[in-house]
């Protein structure tokens, strides 16, 4: 293999018009992903979020058993981990193993440090039996009764709404009422 002669080898850089160019690409590039992976992010962490919730609706289904299909007495929120009152990640956490499905990914607030949950317990329910639920005047309907969510707007990036866990163990990403027709 012969090697070009460098008499007639001539190095071409690129010009300063390509490099804007190039520049300028790089930068379209930069607009679109970065909003992109900020929004991808956001969902999983609102996913993850889910998740927990869920977890904690499979330790409460775990309570039921143990409690005669009882509702525990909860406060709604404590205000400091140190109050020692009935919340939802003391009385749950036999039930769900780790004090870390109390906190959500998305909690920048830093409530679960200062609180032990990230979650706040609908205290109307508070020793209901699970098959005679009841909520402003709704009843048998444990897919529209809330029972524990997001104490913030976590996931504002999402828009509004927060992460429920209803009575029937779904999840979703806003509050959702079933009532029955007349």
Same mark, same amino acid.
């Given at each position: 293999?012969? %090697? ?10 690129? $010009? +300063?018009?390509?490099?804007? =160019? ?5 930068? =379209? %590039? $930069? ?15 609102? $996913? ?20 005669? #299909? ?17 919340? %939802?990640? $003391?009385?749950l956490f036999e039930y769900v193993g780790d004090e870390f499905s109390f906190q959500c990914p998305a909690d920048h607030e ?13 205290? +109307? =329910? ?6 005679? +639920?009841?909520?402003?005047? #709704? ?15 976590f996931h504002e990036d999402l828009g509004d709404g927060v992460n429920v866990l209803y009575a029937d163990g779904h999840v %979703?990403?806003? =509050? ?7």
């Open positions: 293999m012969k %090697l070009p002669d460098s008499k007639n080898y001539s190095a071409r850089g690129l $010009t +300063l018009v390509e490099i804007f =160019v190039v520049i300028a690409i790089l930068i =379209v %590039l $930069t607009t679109i992903a970065v909003p992109t992976f900020r929004l991808m992010k956001a969902k999983a962490r609102s $996913t993850i979020c889910s998740g927990k919730l869920r977890e904690i609706g499979v330790g409460m289904n775990n309570y039921f058993l143990d409690h005669g #299909m009882t509702f525990p007495t909860l406060v709604a929120a404590r205000e400091s981990k140190d109050e020692e009152v009935p919340a %939802l990640d $003391t009385v830093e409530i679960f440090e200062k609180t032990g949950s990230s979650y706040f317990w609908n205290s +109307l =329910v508070n020793g209901q039996k699970t098959s005679n +639920l009841k909520l402003f005047g #709704m009843k048998g309907h444990p897919s529209g009764i809330p029972i524990v969510s997001d104490k913030e707007n %979703l990403r806003e =509050v959702q009422f079933v009532v029955e027709g007349p």
